[in-house]
T-cell receptor
């Protein structure tokens, strides 16, 4: 089992460019999450999904879009990158929404210049 | 609402004990604890459910005071491998997990 994988691991974008981050999990989990982590601010939820074809906004959704066309994949898109989106992005998955461990991917370090 | 962790940072010598606290203003359903080493993903340590249940993981244990909506993480006889940032995450009934800002723990030889 690979667990949760993320691609790419690193990326540098120029302001205004777009990109998609891919998250994949092989544990058949229903729930998937995208977090961003900035220094001193912990993990903040961007968007999450409670199942294939469904997504919901988290704490900091502005500037991001997501899609979950297949149960094992959760995509995070940045349509027009801004320097404020420079961060480390983590994807996670869990079998249930409440009171269950979240399994994290290795992260994507994104720099927007 | 984000839980509040204290202290923000702690430095120990190997073998010493530490306590990290996590508090919320809301009635909690569960408290999660994770550890993250520099440049790596957060790793799950344990979950505590309402009811004051205490769970342990080797020399790392935690408690959950339901009346005070507080959880404490206890690290006894610390090892060098305990170094990292510890995050608590809290959930109220039906809500998503919300993480605190983290406590940076450094264990020196």
């Amino acid at each position: 089992n690979a667990g949760v994988t993320q691609t790419p691991k690193f990326r540098v974008l120029k302001t205004g460019q777009s990109m998609t981050l891919l998250c994949a999990q092989d544990m058949n989990h229903e729930y998937m999450y995208w977090y961003r982590q900035d220094p001193g601010m912990g993990l903040r939820l961007i968007h999450y999904s409670v199942g294939e074809g469904t997504t919901a906004k988290g704490e900091v959704p502005d500037g991001y879009n997501v899609s979950r066309l297949k149960k094992q994949n959760f995509l995070l898109g940045l349509e027009s990158a801004a320097p404020s989106q420079t961060s480390v992005y983590f994807c996670a998955s869990s079998p249930k929404f409440q009171a269950y461990e979240q399994y994290f991917g290795p992260g994507t370090r994104l720099t927007v210049t | 609402q984000q839980p509040v962790q204290s202290p923000q940072a702690v430095i120990l010598r190997e073998g010493e004990d530490a306590v990290i606290n996590c508090s919320s203003s809301k009635a909690l359903y569960s408290v999660h604890w994770y550890r993250q080493k520099h440049g790596e993903a957060p790793v799950f340590l344990m979950i505590l459910l309402k009811g004051g249940e205490q769970k342990g993981h080797d020399k790392i244990s935690a408690s959950f005071n339901e009346k005070k909506q507080q959880s404490s993480l206890y690290l006894t006889a610390s090892q060098l491998s305990y170094s990292g940032t510890y995050f608590c995450g809290t959930q109220t009934s039906g809500s998503r997990l919300t993480f605190g800002e983290g406590t940076q723990l450094t264990v020196n030889p």
